[in-house]
């Protein structure tokens, strides 16, 4: 006998129905989320498209005004080092002035000193305090004076140099970053979405620790530009002050050098005059000599003339004591005889005595005349040292302005 198979399980028509039913609403309703969820997402497409759009712009925007203010700042950078490297080539122009008239100074210096040098070599009365010499320290002194100034402006000056230089260097080093950082905003700026070589950078939306603000940052170049501003003015002031130095001791140089010279001449004036009055006297001395050896010569002559007539009388009165007896009478002749012989001793005695005052006269006009010479010579030798050595070495001064 055949098993019986049992048949599948049955579903009423009504299952059958809701079922459909229930797959016409779920069906509906999936599509219908779905649908709501095209538009949706069409929707936050155009949306974030927009957005997206709209932020770009804001980034362009963004990039512009800060390309912008980058510009200016480069520009501001710009000027600043134009200015204080102009600056600079000034001041070292003026560093240079400064070491030429301080090296200028060198000839009129060693002048000086060699002038007061030579005039040590002056001999007796003539090695006097007198103005030349006066003049000569002063001179010294002031061409010392204004080498301490002059090195104290040129260290001044290579100081302003070397903060000018500074300056320069933050402004360069700020323009360098300024150069560089606009070469990568320009090309960030013209990056587009279809751009090559753009890509998917991991952890680059962030902020970076070592960042610093826009206040900062715009602070920083001021700070550099204001820095470099104030040196160029202090340098700008330092040159001033410089040219008013240079001018004001080349004009004292040029002034006691003048002073100087003209106590030279009027020294080396009356020293000629002097020599030349001395050697008036010393020719009239000589030609009182010449008078006065002439003047012993005839009181000698005239002590040997009185030799004869003495004799005559001595002779006359010896012979007449041989006279006799009555004879040997005090007559007038004997008493004239007498008198003779003291008249002939006296006049002996005068002219002895004047013959001696001739010759003490002539050992002093002797002595005046050594004198004299010798003075001579000392003023000779004056002149030689300031007419010939001194203004020989001084007229090739020539002190220009520095």
């Given at each position: 006998?055949?098993?019986?198979?049992?048949?599948?399980?049955?579903?009423?028509?009504?299952?059958?129905?809701?079922?459909?039913?229930?797959?016409?609403?779920?069906?509906?309703?999936?599509?219908?989320?779905?649908?709501?969820?095209?538009?949706?997402?069409?929707?936050?497409?155009?949306?974030?498209?927009?957005?997206?759009?709209?932020?770009?712009?804001?980034?362009?925007?963004?990039?512009?005004?800060?390309?912008?203010?980058?510009?200016?700042?480069?520009?501001?950078?710009?000027?600043?080092?134009?200015?204080?490297?102009?600056?600079?080539?000034?001041?070292?122009?003026?560093?240079?002035?400064?070491?030429?008239?301080?090296?200028?100074?060198?000839?009129?210096?060693?002048?000086?000193?060699?002038?007061?040098?030579?005039?040590?070599?002056?001999?007796?009365?003539?090695?006097?305090?007198?103005?030349?010499?006066?003049?000569?320290?002063?001179?010294?002194?002031?061409?010392?004076?204004?080498?301490?100034?002059?090195?104290?402006?040129?260290?001044?000056?290579?100081?302003?140099?070397?903060?000018?230089?500074?300056?320069?260097?933050?402004?360069?080093?700020?323009?360098?970053?300024?150069?560089?950082?606009?070469?990568?905003?320009?090309?960030?700026?013209?990056?587009?979405?279809?751009?090559?070589?753009?890509?998917?950078?991991?952890?680059?939306?962030?902020?970076?620790?070592?960042?610093?603000?826009?206040?900062?940052?715009?602070?920083?170049?001021?700070?550099?530009?204001?820095?470099?501003?104030?040196?160029?003015?202090?340098?700008?002031?330092?040159?001033?002050?410089?040219?008013?130095?240079?001018?004001?001791?080349?004009?004292?140089?040029?002034?006691?050098?003048?002073?100087?010279?003209?106590?030279?001449?009027?020294?080396?004036?009356?020293?000629?005059?002097?020599?030349?009055?001395?050697?008036?006297?010393?020719?009239?001395?000589?030609?009182?000599?010449?008078?006065?050896?002439?003047?012993?010569?005839?009181?000698?002559?005239?002590?040997?003339?009185?030799?004869?007539?003495?004799?005559?009388?001595?002779?006359?009165?010896?012979?007449?004591?041989?006279?006799?007896?009555?004879?040997?009478c005090r007559d007038p002749v004997q008493y004239r005889l007498i008198d003779e012989v003291h008249e002939i001793n006296c006049s002996v005695s005068q002219l002895q005595e004047r013959l001696a005052q001739a010759e003490a006269s002539l050992k002093g006009l002797i002595r005046n005349q050594?004198?004299?010479?010798?003075?001579?010579?000392?003023?000779?030798?004056?002149?030689?040292?300031?007419?010939?050595?001194?203004?020989?070495?001084?007229?090739?001064?020539?002190?220009?302005?520095?």
């Amino acid at each position: 006998m055949a098993k019986l198979v049992q048949a599948p399980t049955r579903f009423t028509h009504q299952d059958w129905t809701t079922s459909n039913l229930t797959k016409y609403a779920n069906a509906e309703s999936e599509r219908a989320a779905a649908e709501r969820l095209v538009d949706e997402s069409n929707r936050l497409s155009d949306e974030t498209e927009k957005r997206t759009e709209k932020t770009q712009r804001d980034v362009n925007k963004k990039f512009q005004q800060r390309l912008d203010d980058i510009r200016y700042w480069k520009n501001e950078l710009d000027d600043k080092l134009a200015g204080i490297t102009t600056e600079i080539d000034n001041l070292l122009a003026f560093k240079t002035r400064i070491e030429k008239a301080l090296e200028a100074t060198n000839e009129p210096l060693h002048i000086a000193r060699q002038c007061l040098m030579n005039r040590e070599k002056r001999k007796g009365i003539d090695l006097v305090h007198d103005d030349v010499q006066k003049e000569l320290i002063k001179e010294v002194e002031a061409i010392e004076g204004v080498q301490a100034l002059l090195q104290r402006s040129l260290e001044q000056a290579t100081e302003q140099v070397r903060l000018n230089r500074k300056a320069k260097f933050q402004l360069e080093k700020d323009l360098k970053d300024k150069f560089s950082v606009l070469s990568i905003d320009e090309y960030c700026e013209q990056l587009r979405n279809n751009s090559p070589g753009i890509a998917f950078k991991q952890g680059t939306a962030k902020i970076e620790a070592n960042s610093v603000s826009p206040e900062d940052w715009q602070d920083f170049s001021h700070e550099n530009i204001e820095k470099a501003e104030r040196e160029r003015q202090s340098s700008v002031a330092l040159r001033s002050l410089v040219d008013g130095i240079l001018q004001q001791t080349s004009n004292d140089m040029r002034k006691q050098c003048r002073e100087v010279n003209i106590s030279f001449e009027k020294r080396i004036n009356e020293t000629k005059d002097t020599k030349s009055k001395l050697e008036d006297h010393l020719n009239k001395v000589l030609a009182q000599m010449a008078e006065m050896e002439e003047n012993i010569a005839r009181l000698q002559k005239a002590i040997q003339d009185k030799e004869a007539p003495m004799k005559l009388a001595q002779t006359r009165l010896d012979t007449r004591t041989e006279r006799p007896n009555v004879e040997l009478c005090r007559d007038p002749v004997q008493y004239r005889l007498i008198d003779e012989v003291h008249e002939i001793n006296c006049s002996v005695s005068q002219l002895q005595e004047r013959l001696a005052q001739a010759e003490a006269s002539l050992k002093g006009l002797i002595r005046n005349q050594l004198s004299l010479e010798e003075d001579i010579d000392v003023k000779s030798n004056t002149l030689f040292i300031d007419e010939v050595e001194c203004m020989g070495m001084r007229k090739s001064i020539n002190i220009q302005n520095f």
